[in-house]
């Protein structure tokens, strides 16, 4: 019996996004017919797919309003695309509600992916919108059959105020066959990757390399504390100990992450998304064989309780950023790499993929 269409939707101009890709190629590659749709918000960087992917084009100037041209627009892509052969597979709570009303139209499967608990993200709390966001959550996913999320800390979440019980798929890079040798940098090489937003520890590291002697720290990524963190570093007068990278190609981000010393994802608790989270830049860095410095936060100390990957900052102090550093750095690279590698086996897309296409089987013997 031949696999089912599945129509992949992202509110999101799908260039970086690292686990849309990875989901549509791997259900590319098992038979599945894919259609991937996001749209052209913060830009439409030329790609190159073996699927077909369209971007939904906005014309608005506003976050806010943006959302609600988008899921205007995508049901009735939607309406257009889906058939009674096809699986719906949403990702986010921003890309749901289209999703759904198209699912209970057709009466045809519906899967839910939840990159993160959108409704408790930092950039909304406090906000009316959030209130909005919250309602539709309420209202849609205690109904939803098929969920996965990202990290047992999200399912849990979901589980406890929903009575819904989502496949953990975490968002592990594919397995890396390590056998370059460790480059021995001078000065060491301190790599955050990733979205420049609140509460991602950057503005506390930046600081930290007042205390940090022979260590250049490079930002890849892009986002809205950008000009506020290279104010900061010309403020406190460490262009020369901070680089700013901009947004990079995932191939181009992998080959600067395995040249460096050591990574950090030192997320701060700003709300339960971050809370739960396991930030893809852990399981990067595991995969390129880089330790890092890492928060106290439940998900990160239960990778770090399994595999010594590197160290736990004690707090968000600037002092105490740069100590965690240095304890990595003297320890050195090669020191982590016995951990690193059992870590790099067991946390890697070939392991979650299994995961995944059973929740896709599942969907598909529901016809």
Not at 30 to 36: D, K, M, T
Not at 37 to 50: H, K, L, Q, T, V
Not at 331 to 342: D, I, S, T
Request: glycine content about 4%.
């Amino acid at each position: 019996m031949s696999k089912k269409k599945v129509i992949t939707s992202a509110f999101s101009n799908l260039y970086t996004d690292q686990r849309i890709e990875k989901v549509c190629r791997t259900l590319y590659e098992n038979g599945y017919e894919i259609e991937l749709i996001g749209n052209d918000w913060n830009g439409a960087e030329e790609m190159s797919r073996p699927y077909p992917f369209s971007r939904i084009q906005l014309v608005s100037k506003s976050l806010k309003t943006a959302y609600f041209e988008f899921n205007w627009k995508l049901y009735h892509q939607l309406n257009k695309k889906a058939d009674k052969n096809t699986i719906l597979h949403a990702n986010d709570l921003d890309a749901l509600l289209p999703n759904y009303l198209m699912a209970k139209k057709l009466n045809i499967p519906l899967i839910f992916d939840s990159h993160e608990i959108f409704s408790e993200m930092p950039a909304i709390q406090g906000k009316m919108s959030q209130k909005l966001w919250r309602c539709l959550e309420k209202i849609i996913v205690p109904k939803i059959k098929l969920m996965i999320t990202a990290s047992s800390g999200y399912a849990n979440w979901f589980k406890t105020r929903y009575g819904i019980n989502p496949v953990v798929v975490q968002n592990a890079p594919g397995k890396l066959n390590f056998n370059q040798g460790i480059s021995e940098n001078n000065p060491k090489i301190l790599l955050y990757q990733g979205a420049i937003n609140p509460f991602r520890g950057i503005d506390k590291a930046i600081l930290a390399m007042h205390h940090l002697e022979n260590v250049i720290f490079k930002i890849a990524g892009d986002g809205p504390r950008k000009t506020e963190y290279e104010e900061l570093v010309i403020k406190e007068n460490l262009q020369h100990k901070v680089r700013f990278l901009g947004k990079l190609h995932p191939d181009d981000l992998r080959e600067i992450t395995l040249n460096v010393d050591c990574g950090m994802s030192i997320e701060e608790n700003g709300g339960e998304s971050y809370y739960y989270s396991l930030p893809n830049k852990v399981l990067d860095c595991i995969q390129a064989r880089v330790p890092l410095i890492l928060s106290n936060l439940p998900e990160m100390l239960n990778i770090k309780n399994q595999f010594d990957v590197g160290e736990i900052i004690k707090n968000h102090q600037p002092l105490s950023i740069a100590e965690a550093i240095k304890t990595v750095l003297n320890k050195g690279r090669e020191n982590y790499q016995a951990e690193l590698e059992k870590a790099a086996d067991a946390l890697c897309w070939e392991n979650e993929e299994v995961k995944l296409l059973q929740v896709f089987e599942k969907a598909s013997q529901s016809f």
